[in-house]
């Protein structure tokens, strides 16, 4: 097994305690950062990595800001290279395909404007095709446990990063499990959320209507942490889903949890694989969990579908005209797999359509008998040289129990759940229906409290960790609607307030044009500050979200003069409570009105 030999943990909860504590500053923690990568000595687990004076420079100017004030402040991370990075080429495992975009994903902005640094971009299995990590010109990262086997995919690099205590936490994608596998095989943790949730503004797609953003990190709380910044309603984005209230499930006293029988359970004559599953679903017990068989056989044939039948034809929608163009360009295994789309017709998805359509509602009637459904992360794992003999086959084994999850709106959780005889550690997934996010977060921590042992290939010992939030469980309660229009809008520096207080984003749209903006002097985060007029004005950009009466209070509380609550009127004329700033504080401030808005302000620098 590969370490990194040091004697602190990069989980984000014990590095921010040392920030906060001032033992550390972003800057050392960052050259720590670079000092494990050259030590680890694997390049293939980068396609680009930064320099580290460019990175340096981006910790230093944190060093100005208050820790307490920005939630992933000074946390290392890293993002698979089918994200956009603002000035890297993206290249989703494909050199001749590389572009280098203007802007970053909204997610790797969300992440960046809570204080995250980013490190550099991660090696994958090409155009996010494949279970595997092998399939990519940049070599195959090692598996941190034996460099032997694979180390699953496609977000192999980000996994690995991770599992080796090279940064904090990485950005995955899951299609078909990518934010998965990966994490069951280098012993981490990956959270596959609701889809929609995440932006997937700036994503490559493989599967546009079915892709996600995926985390991957040393233990569920942190994923949580990470969910609660880089989650939101993004208006730029067709496939953003307005958040709904983050539904809770039962205590473990009373949870239900879901397993197939035994006779649709596949191991592929993996008998230690099956041996830590039983173990796993036997320690769900020991919490207090009811355990529940259910027919699995719904959510097995879903899973057949995506690859096996039309829907594998929407990869051709992402990059075919790429692959007409550039056949020599891509790994062989991938363009068998994408161009296999070809031979669908209109008929056939709409066939297919159907057919998902009576599994989703089979597989409903499946989730009256359970809360969560466990399963086997994968039925075994195989080494490179395995791969290579049967690539297309034993990836296809590998998705037995992912590929089904975002085809029926399902969101999931992989945690480690013990290790074989040989060193290798498998993986236990928990699902639920989509937005029981945080509330599987929650319940994953649980058991891997309860598993004890590592973060990682890192050899340092599970840290015990604070409980994370959850929003309030009923959605029916009165509710208040908030305008925010600075430092808390979707990216900024203090939205994570209001996603921690369980606020939805409700709309985008701008105020009456009876207000003028300001850029303030003097706060520790950059704030405007916006003052109605008793004649002339702009229309200005604001965000409407949505909280419990109990959560606007408490974040009321928050508020710093000379900010305060009062009546906002919008384009429309309707009203809403909104953010105002006391006149005397804008004496000698920046009138941005003008420009509309506190983005167009910010984009400026």
């Given at each position: ?15 921010l305690d040392r920030y906060r504590t001032g ?487 701008r105020t009456s044009p009876i207000y003028k ?89």
């Amino acid at each position: 097994m590969a370490k990194v030999n040091d004697s602190h943990s990069l989980d984000i909860h014990s590095l921010l305690d040392r920030y906060r504590t001032g033992s550390i500053a972003p800057a050392d923690a960052i050259a720590q950062v670079y000092d494990r990568i050259d030590r680890y000595a694997d390049p293939a687990v980068w396609i680009y990595l930064a320099p580290i004076a460019e990175t340096l420079e981006r910790a230093k100017a944190l060093q100005n800001r208050d820790p307490q004030q920005l939630p992933l402040y000074g946390i290392p991370f890293a993002i698979k290279d089918n994200l956009d990075w603002a000035g890297v080429p993206t290249t989703a495992g494909c050199p001749q395909f590389a572009r280098t975009p203007a802007r970053s994903s909204a997610v790797v902005e969300r992440l960046c404007a809570a204080g995250a640094i980013a490190i550099g971009k991660t090696n994958m299995d090409q155009f996010a095709t494949g279970l595997v990590g092998t399939r990519t010109p940049y070599g195959v990262c090692r598996n941190p446990f034996d460099r032997r086997y694979i180390p699953g995919g496609s977000s192999s690099g980000s996994a690995a990063a991770v599992s080796a205590g090279l940064v904090s936490f990485a950005l995955g994608s899951d299609t078909a499990g990518s934010g998965r596998v990966p994490a069951a095989f280098t012993n981490i943790v990956g959270l596959k959320p609701t889809c929609g949730s995440i932006s997937t503004r700036g994503l490559l797609p493989a599967v546009r209507s079915l892709d996600c953003v995926s985390v991957f990190a040393l233990t569920c709380a942190d994923a949580a942490s990470v969910l609660q910044v880089a989650s939101g309603f993004d208006a730029e984005d067709a496939f953003a889903r307005r958040p709904e209230t983050n539904k809770v499930l039962p205590d473990l006293a009373s949870l239900r949890v879901g397993v197939p029988p035994d006779g649709e359970l596949e191991f592929f004559g993996n008998a230690e694989a099956e041996q830590l599953y039983r173990e796993a679903i036997a320690r769900l017990q020991s919490l207090g969990c009811t355990i529940a068989p259910i027919d699995f056989k719904p959510f097995a044939d879903a899973a057949e579908m995506l690859y096996g039948g039309p829907i594998v034809a929407e990869r051709l929608a992402a990059i075919g005209d790429f692959l007409e163009a550039h056949p020599e360009a891509i790994d062989p295994i991938v363009y068998q797999i994408i161009s296999s789309g070809k031979r669908y017709d209109t008929v056939s998805a709409y066939r297919a359509s159907y057919q998902l359509a009576e599994l989703s509602r089979r597989a409903e009637i499946q989730w009256q008998s359970m809360d969560v459904l466990a399963v086997p992360t994968t039925g075994t794992i195989y080494t490179v040289g395995e791969v290579a003999a049967a690539p297309i086959a034993l990836n296809t084994t590998l998705g037995r129990y992912t590929n089904f999850a975002n085809l029926l709106d399902l969101c999931a959780i992989a945690v480690p759940s013990g290790f074989q005889s040989n060193g290798l550690p498998a993986g236990l997934t928990l699902m639920a229906p989509a937005w029981h996010d945080l509330s599987l977060c929650r319940l994953g921590s649980a058991f891997h409290a309860s598993l004890g042992g590592t973060l990682g290939a890192t050899g340092q010992t599970l840290p015990t960790v604070p409980e994370f939030a959850i929003a309030p469980k009923s959605s029916s309660e009165e509710r208040v609607k908030l305008a925010v229009v600075g430092a808390h809008l979707s990216g900024e520096p203090l939205n994570y307030q209001l996603i921690e207080l369980g606020g939805v984003l409700v709309r985008a749209c701008r105020t009456s044009p009876i207000y003028k903006l300001y850029a303030l002097t003097g706060t520790a985060i950059p704030k405007p500050g916006l003052v109605r007029q008793s004649e002339g004005g702009s229309a200005i950009e604001v965000e409407v979200w949505e909280l419990s009466i109990a959560a606007f209070g408490r974040f009321v509380a928050l508020i710093p003069p000379p900010l305060g609550i009062g009546t906002l009127v919008l384009e429309d004329g309707s009203t809403v409570q909104g953010f105002l700033c006391e006149s005397y504080a804008v004496a000698g401030a920046i009138d941005i009105s003008d420009l509309g808005g506190w983005r167009a302000y910010n984009s400026r620098f």
